[in-house]
Structure formats: structure tokens, C-alpha cells
């Protein structure tokens, strides 16, 4: 008998998120689960949160930081989701660990029998999402890419969609239960990423070299680096340190999309 068929109200924290809604949306799509997302106390319009309810989904209204609201809420739930930001508040802004403690300790009070972190590429070391493979140096608008580690260096990507599809298969597998699971939806050298992005385009790129990025920012060197660029070379640098054993994509029964497919969207809408 399938895990899956155990776990009946599956509530997802931070669906309207750029992780969260596609999560939301594929556990709609697959129509298993009585689905609830929280949202943030005080009630507001939210156009994702009105298009998930409209899929069937329910919204209930929490105080993250307060303990008996998020065990009055959580009461009935299976499964929980979380795909808070760490920036929700400011005393606890880029900690994952401490925004989610008061949900993670009503989850445990009220019996809820998974709870699946706010994690989802929360180790660089897991890769990039598609979506956001321009913000690695890859200028559309003026054809220029900007290379801050070698070219052939390799890197993780998955896109959102499929990071919702394995969650909710994940539910599926008795060996996900107090693991982490690894996927790749693709996998690619920053040269090979240069060429998808050339042949969406049609046209040549110009390559930029810049591997002093971080030296230059941190010691307030001329030309100075934006703060963008140095958080470029930071995810360019934990990424290209992923060096799995082995990825679990075999354990599910979809194919994921490439990043082919994600370049060729963005440069039709360049």
C-alpha cells in the first residue's frame, strides 16, 4: 500500500511564494489531498492565494510566531509543507531554522506525521532553480555572459515546477521519511549554459572573466562590485562545490524538465 494513501490534509506555509505556489499548485494538480495554506495574520487580497482557492484550496490565517494559534490551525493536519521565507521577520531574517520553530514544535504537539522543511535548494550545494539561471551573469538584453568560477565548471538546476512534482511524490516514498532527497533536473557547464542561451538567441555572445569579484568587494577595491555580483559569485561558488554521490531522481516516474526548455522561454520574452 502506498505512504501516500496515510496522509490525508496536507497544509503548505508560504504558498504564495516563488517556491511555495508551484508546490501548492502541484499538489491541486494531483488532487490526493485536502490542501490548506497559510497565510500571514492580518488577512489581506492575495491574487495566488484567491488562484489556489479557487483550485480547492483553503486558506487560513496563522500567527507564525505564536504557538497555540499554529496549534489551534494545525489540528487534523498529516503533512506540512513549509516554504516560508527567512526574511518574514526582521529579528529573524536569513535564520530557516528559528522562523519555522514554533511551526515545527505545533506540528509536533498536534501529532502531524511529516514535515517537510523550507529547504528546497536551502544548501547552495543542491543547485539553482531554472527560473533564476539569468542571475548568474547570463544578460539577455545585451548578450553578455559573465563568468566568475571556469567555464566548465558544472551546476544543479531544477526547475519549479518540478520541485513541486517531487514533493509531492516524495510522499510517496517510505525512504524520504527523515531524509533528504537530492534531484537534478539538469545538469550542465556554465560553457554549455553559454551555448543554450546562443542558440535561443541566435547570436554570439560576449564572455566577461571576473574571478576576483568577491576579493575586489570585500576589500573595497576599484572597480567596487555590486552587491548582486557578490552574491553571484557566492551561489557561482557553493554550487559548483555539489558533488553528489548520487541523485535520486530514479526513485520517481517523471521526466523533469530541462534547462533548454527554461532558456528558450526566456529569450522569447527578452
Given at each position: ?46 491574487e495566488r492565494a ?44 536569513g535564520d530557516f ?174
Amino acid at each position: 500500500m502506498p505512504i501516500s494513501t496515510t496522509f490525508k490534509t496536507v497544509v503548505i506555509a508560504g504558498a504564495t511564494g516563488n517556491v511555495g505556489y508551484p508546490i501548492a499548485e502541484a499538489f491541486l494538480n494531483d488532487g490526493s489531498y485536502k490542501i490548506k495554506i497559510f497565510r500571514k495574520k492580518p488577512e489581506n487580497k492575495n491574487e495566488r492565494a484567491e488562484l489556489l482557492a479557487s483550485k480547492g484550496a483553503e486558506i487560513v490565517y496563522v500567527d507564525y510566531t505564536q504557538k497555540d494559534d499554529l496549534v489551534k490551525a494545525l489540528k487534523g493536519t498529516d503533512v506540512i509543507v513549509s516554504a516560508v521565507k527567512a526574511i518574514r521577520f526582521k529579528k529573524t531574517s536569513g535564520d530557516f531554522y528559528n522562523i519555522q520553530l514554533p511551526l515545527l514544535e505545533a506540528a509536533k504537539e498536534v501529532g502531524v506525521k511529516r514535515f517537510i522543511p523550507s529547504e528546497f535548494g536551502g544548501e547552495y550545494t543542491t543547485g539553482l532553480f531554472q527560473e533564476f539561471v539569468e542571475m548568474l551573469g547570463f544578460d539577455v538584453k545585451n548578450k553578455t555572459a559573465t563568468f566568475y568560477v571556469d567555464g566548465n565548471s558544472k551546476i544543479y538546476s531544477t526547475s519549479l515546477a518540478d520541485i513541486g512534482k517531487y514533493t509531492v511524490e516524495s510522499l510517496k516514498l517510505p525512504e524520504a521519511r527523515n531524509a533528504t532527497i537530492r534531484v537534478a533536473g539538469s545538469t550542465e557547464t556554465f560553457n554549455e549554459i553559454l551555448q543554450m542561451f546562443e542558440e535561443a538567441t541566435g547570436s554570439k555572445w560576449k564572455v566577461v572573466e571576473d574571478r576576483e569579484v568577491r576579493y575586489r568587494f570585500r576589500n573595497k577595491i576599484e572597480p567596487i562590485p555590486s552587491t548582486a555580483d557578490d552574491f553571484r559569485v557566492f551561489v557561482f561558488e557553493s554550487s559548483i562545490l555539489s558533488k553528489f554521490d548520487k541523485v535520486d531522481n530514479d526513485k520517481f516516474n517523471f521526466t523533469p524538465h530541462s534547462l533548454t526548455e527554461q532558456i528558450n522561454i526566456i529569450a522569447k520574452n527578452a
